[in-house]
């Protein structure tokens, strides 16, 4: 209980601080709609256009991942990266070579993965139920894409078995 009152009080304030300065320094601008922040100017436009269609497509969604949690998205080229805490996720090539339907598929796997993970640290004793609650969320994902037509290739990648690293 004191490590997650620890985490929550002064480490994730300490590193939104440091992160958004670290962002600031190396020149990057970022786009922000509520609380989704995204950085790296090499992408924000189709960022942009991704929240306007998200709101088209499912505007209660849109609503939570503009009002109601608190997500930070930033561009790492090679590796797509995500935190639970403190609920920041690179997007890579693999996401923005799908344009605007791999940034939303990103946005949603991450809506869909901080409302399953409402606390942001996992002891090892709740590791075992929170694979299972990724797994679910993977499939939610996918099942999301798949209603609203996007590219089965994209749709596929969250529907295969992953256990995936909590």
Same mark, same amino acid.
């Given at each position: 209980?004191?490590?997650?009152?620890?985490?929550?009080?002064?480490?994730?304030?300490?590193?939104? #601080?440091?992160?958004?300065?670290? %962002?600031? $320094?190396?020149?990057? =601008?970022?786009?922000?709609?509520?609380?989704? &922040?995204? +950085?790296?100017?090499?992408?924000?436009?189709?960022?942009?256009?991704?929240?306007?269609?998200?709101?088209?497509?499912?505007?209660?969604?849109?609503?939570?991942?503009?009002?109601?949690?608190?997500?930070?998205?930033?561009? #790492?080229?090679?590796?797509?990266? %995500?935190? $639970?805490?403190?609920? =920041?996720?690179?997007?890579?090539?693999?996401? &923005?070579? +799908?344009?605007?339907?791999?940034?939303?598929?990103?946005?949603?796997?991450?809506?869909?993965?901080?409302?399953?993970?409402?606390?942001?640290?996992?002891?090892?004793?709740?590791?075992?139920?929170?694979?299972?609650?990724?797994?679910?969320?993977?499939?939610?994902?996918?099942?999301?894409?798949?209603?609203?037509?996007?590219?089965?290739?994209?749709?596929?990648?969250?529907?295969?078995?992953?256990?995936?690293?909590?």
């Amino acid at each position: 209980m004191k490590v997650r009152l620890l985490i929550a009080y002064i480490y994730a304030p300490l590193f939104w #601080s440091m992160f958004c300065i670290l %962002q600031r $320094l190396m020149g990057h =601008s970022r786009f922000r709609v509520g609380t989704l &922040t995204f +950085w790296k100017p090499e992408f924000l436009s189709t960022c942009r256009a991704s929240v306007e269609r998200l709101h088209s497509l499912d505007p209660e969604l849109h609503e939570r991942v503009t009002e109601r949690e608190r997500l930070c998205f930033y561009y #790492s080229g090679k590796r797509s990266e %995500q935190a $639970l805490f403190p609920r =920041s996720s690179s997007i890579s090539d693999a996401y &923005t070579d +799908w344009h605007s339907d791999g940034i939303i598929s990103r946005l949603v796997y991450a809506a869909f993965l901080a409302n399953a993970f409402p606390r942001q640290v996992i002891t090892a004793a709740e590791r075992p139920a929170a694979r299972a609650s990724h797994r679910d969320v993977m499939t939610r994902t996918g099942a999301w894409l798949a209603a609203r037509s996007f590219p089965e290739p994209l749709v596929a990648c969250f529907q295969e078995n992953i256990s995936g690293n909590i």
